[in-house]
């Protein structure tokens, strides 16, 4: 399938009956952080669902994503960058923070994971 470059945003949604009319509703991040825009007027074109699973990932990635680490995991990770206090660095699935201290661009080091947050995390060198 070709998609236009005019795409502002592409979501999966199924099709309901409210009130003698059929719905198929934005899902609020689409106007929050997307292009679209509450009021406006919108083509919209509808697609067969590729699989049966895909609202089921939707509904997913409506619910805050836990971090990629816990706690005590330990890590092999790469050094991207030195932050604004010196600290290196890393970035592991879905570009989650890894804080490393003592630690410059382009070291590969091991880390054990001293905190994780919903935004990053903070570790030490284990080797």
């Known amino acids: 399938m070709e998609l236009s470059d005019d ?4 979501y999966s949604e199924r099709v309901t009956e409210r009130n003698g009319t059929y719905v198929i509703e934005v899902p609020k991040r689409e106007v929050e952080v997307g292009d679209v825009q509450s009021g406006e007027v919108y083509r919209v074109a509808i697609v067969s669902s590729e699989s049966p699973t895909q609202n089921e990932r939707d509904e997913q990635d409506d619910r805050p994503q836990r971090p990629p680490v816990k706690e005590d995991d330990i890590r092999e990770v790469e050094i991207e960058d030195v932050g604004d206090q010196g ?4 970035k592991v699935e879905r570009g989650y923070v890894v804080i490393v201290p003592d630690t410059a661009v ?3 080091v091991t880390v ?3 905190e994780a947050r919903e935004n990053v ?3 030490e060198v284990v080797n």
């Open 7 to 10: 795409l502002l945003c592409l």
């Open 87 to 90: 600290d290196g660095i890393a």
């Open 106 to 108: 382009g070291d590969r």
């Open 112 to 114: 054990r994971v001293t």
């Open 121 to 123: 995390a903070f570790t």
